[in-house]
């Protein structure tokens, strides 16, 4: 579980009291099926799920199995409230390991262009997506993290500080496409 939406509207930053004691804190460690009991509260989101459970699955395809992934943007705002529409796509950062050597890199990545261009993700899967390779010098991976922990820990026009969820890529993606698929009445759409 992570926390609802606090009074801004967003996921809080962090549970306790106080965010220097060690307790639940940005990012979230969840589940998918948490994340469609928590956040699929309309068909609208539904769909979004859905575009993520098929880029999960891509990313599988492709050879893509170990890491974990940062789900942040408006889908994890109250954005029917705050903006008075639903969220048009899921942002999230995979953190993981290509299944290519080094000197491959480029070309796999040419060949798996939907999972790598932010535009083209976006367009197949509804997934506003990028990829921090593990597999890179550690400390490339840290300025990594901290460029997309700056980025996704504040409402973009609000500023305001929020939290953040992270799902392992081998999660429970099954049973959440098949809740996400009978809430949407076992078709592709509401």
């Known amino acids: 579980m992570f926390p609802g939406f606090n009074h801004s509207g967003v996921i809080p930053p962090y549970a306790a009291h106080n965010p220097a004691v060690t307790g639940p804190r940005s990012p979230y460690a969840t589940t998918l099926s948490t994340l469609v009991a928590q956040l699929g509260t309309s068909g609208e989101r539904l ?45 999230l950062v995979t953190f993981g390991r290509l299944p290519v050597a080094a000197s491959n890199v480029v070309a796999f990545m040419a060949a798996n262009q939907t999972l790598f261009d932010p535009a083209l993700s ?9 990829f921090v390779d593990l597999a890179k010098d550690a ?10 922990y700056g980025l996704f820990s504040h409402q973009k026009v609000t500023h305001a500080w929020k939290g953040m969820l ?17 809430a949407l009445g076992g078709g592709n759409g509401p």
Do not use: H, K
């Not at 400390?139 to 997309?148: A, G, I, P, T």
């Open 47 to 91: 769909q979004l799920i859905n575009g993520l459970l098929d880029y999960r699955e891509a990313l599988r395809q492709a050879g893509i199995t170990a890491g974990f992934q940062v789900v942040d943007g408006s889908f994890t705002e109250d954005c029917e409230q705050l903006r008075g529409r639903p969220p048009g796509d899921i942002d």
């Open 122 to 130: 976006r367009s197949t899967y509804r997934c506003d997506a990028y």
């Open 139 to 148: 400390s490339l991976v840290v300025d990594d993290s901290f460029y997309w």
């Open 166 to 182: 992270q799902i392992p890529l081998a999660a429970d993606d099954i049973a959440a496409r098949a809740t996400v698929t009978a």
